[in-house]
DNA sequence: CATGAATGAGGGTTCATTCAT
DNA sequence: CATGAATGAACCCTCATTCAT
């Protein structure tokens, strides 16, 4: 495993350990088993680590919620809502305890542009693919989507931050969120 | 105002100037106009300032809502869903800074049990609320309670941190989410 | 003894021992007696802590030199040369080794603006002493007093740094120093 | 250019641009265009680089003095206090940031060894040529001799330090140099 | 002989907290 | 009960130097 990985992975533990309270650099360097000076060799401050793992992160899912709306191009839209909701969720719960890391570091630096860029991303492809389901026509989507996708992402980590496992464990969340956007797209549809 | 007072106020004020980065003790009790060691006679260490502080915010935002839920009972349940949507919102905009402060600040202290206490506060106001529409009765209340409530609280706190204005201004949000929580509790509806 | 007194004390002190490249805010506070941190509560940096005990030590130079100027208004040329001369140099011998650290600290940092602060104050002090002489008027007093002060500073600083105890012990730099300002002036004097 | 050749320059650009402060041997080896790895194969030590440059920028300095010195063996007093002063002055203007780099730098590292060394080399050689004057002896040459050169080091140095350009691009300070010895020179002078 | 990633001691600085006044 | 100077552990970061490739 190369240097940098290793100092990833390490801020990762580390964030899961301590919290981001106690991310200290030579912990994190320590942790990788590096020394200090190494880590300050592929990033520039403490701040720059922060930002690259959130970027990575975000970045893989934004990616994997690209893949899933491509994949639906052309479904009805409740098969879509599904997806987006499902893919979105699976994600947050293969690794609970990275994102629940994450979602605690988010506040402490200036993550904002990242999560923005992922956002945008992400609203971009699902109304991509809203706008071709086969058994709809939505009058504006680009509201609709965007309510759709703060409500996922934000009830999401409003979910994993209250450790709510009772809606995470049986699909609770799931099924009632893709619920919640069916009604609300069926009630956007254009009367045919 | 008392001495105890003009600490919190201080405390709001440097979050929202400072950023909860920079938000030292010192700083506080200057702002406030008195010692540091005066600070520490109210309050025995910065997380229990932290702590006091976000307790106070967020009882009044409960208090609120219970208001606003008791005056509801046995309204039609659209009805309930704006004037749950409605006050949340309202409150969280009225004073827009401090919301945005706390947001930030909260991952910086163990706010956790806080925001837990109220929000069962507001669930249980809620649940209340809802279980005496005048208009229906619905399956899993509990449920589809948990899940408004989640909903609400990650979705606005989401537009917030995003800083998405246009949302906020005009009462998309409101109207929105007061939209998808009516279709949500249609579709949950008993079958008269 | 104050904190601060304290604090510039131990400041020479490191610089006498440990040279200018060993001196860290932590030993200086050390041998103050005092924490990093009270050295931090007076000093907002290392710099700021240089620049003070710099500022300190020309500020008396500067003082002390013209209070001799002034004492020797009216008095006949040579008389003030010796004066002037006499005065610097006794001064840096009293404490050799506070000028000697001072001289090789001076180059760690931004000292210059104080050093050019002090030699126009000693400058205008000299000149205005040699334009009452009693004997005789100067062409050109303004570029022969500059010369003169750069040279007394300059060649008394390179003898410190080269450590020529001959020239001091015995007075012969300060003969020989008056001697050539004295030929020197004679040179510039209007002829009567 | 050698790779030593290339070191040197570097070294000394690095110290024009960034200051003694920021010089780092990494630096200077990027500047150069080689590895670090190389520059210690050339260097053990930070301190032999600095040395080195020094030693080689004061060494040219001392053979250009020296041969002034021998070209003026027999001349009159006058003369060879005007080549002297001249030859001094123009060496440090004709590479003027390199000057004020190295006297910056003089303070941080232990140069005073190669100074001394120098100032010895060129001492001997200004004596040697003074003794040889066409039109005068001198009661107390050495004395005399060690004043000159003293005066003329030192006052070059701090004209360069305070940066006063009005003294160097006029020639202000070589004539009023000269001046000021020619007179002391004449007060020297063994009655014939 | 060149390279440059790795090292880690050490430096400057901050800030929650205490306690003598 | 108020004050604020003093504390010092701990943090982030730098950079001279080494050594495996």
Chains 1, 2, 3, 4 share one sequence.
Do not use: W
């Not at 990762?12 to 200290?24: A, E, N």
């Not at 190494?38 to 899912?61: C, D, G, I, W």
């Not at 996922?152 to 956007?181: A, H, K, P, W, Y």
């Amino acid at each position: 495993m190369s240097t940098v990985e290793a100092i990833f992975e390490a801020t990762i533990q580390v964030l899961i350990s301590d919290g981001p309270g106690d991310l200290t650099t030579t912990r994190v360097a320590e942790r990788a088993g590096v020394s200090v000076g190494s880590l300050y060799q592929y990033f520039p401050n403490k701040q720059a680590l922060f930002h690259a793992v959130n970027e990575r992160y975000l970045t893989m899912l934004a990616e994997r919620v690209e893949a899933t709306c491509k994949a639906h191009c052309g479904s009805p839209y409740a098969e879509m809502a599904d997806a987006l909701v499902s893919t979105y969720i699976e994600m947050k719960i293969e690794r609970r305890d990275v994102t629940i890391a994450l979602y605690r570091a988010a506040a402490e630096v200036d993550v904002a542009g990242i999560v923005e860029a992922m956002s945008q991303r992400i609203e971009a492809a699902s109304q991509a693919m809203f706008a071709t389901a086969s058994d709809a026509e939505f009058n504006n989507l680009a509201t609709v989507n965007v309510m759709m996708l703060n409500v996922l992402c934000g009830t999401v980590r409003n979910v994993f931050e209250r450790d709510m496992s009772e809606l995470l464990i049986d699909g609770g969340l799931r099924t009632q969120l893709t619920l919640m956007f069916c009604t609300y797209l069926a009630a956007a549809k254009i009367a045919a």
